[in-house]
């Protein structure tokens, strides 16, 4: 990353806690998919 330095900032805010969802993330989206298959699903996207 050429310019990590809002993306640090950014993190930092969450951490001390500036950055806030209202809803603590009760409408985030989650799924029981790994890793592997989330990228193995991009890549035969990306191949089409």
């Known amino acids: 990353m ?18 806030d969802f209202a809803d603590r993330g009760g409408h985030a989206r989650k799924s029981p998919i790994g890793i592997d298959q989330a990228i193995a ?8």
């Open 2 to 19: 050429k310019n990590s330095e809002p993306r640090m900032q950014m993190i930092d805010g969450f951490n001390s806690g500036w950055i």
């Open 41 to 48: 699903a991009l890549m035969q996207g990306s191949q089409a």
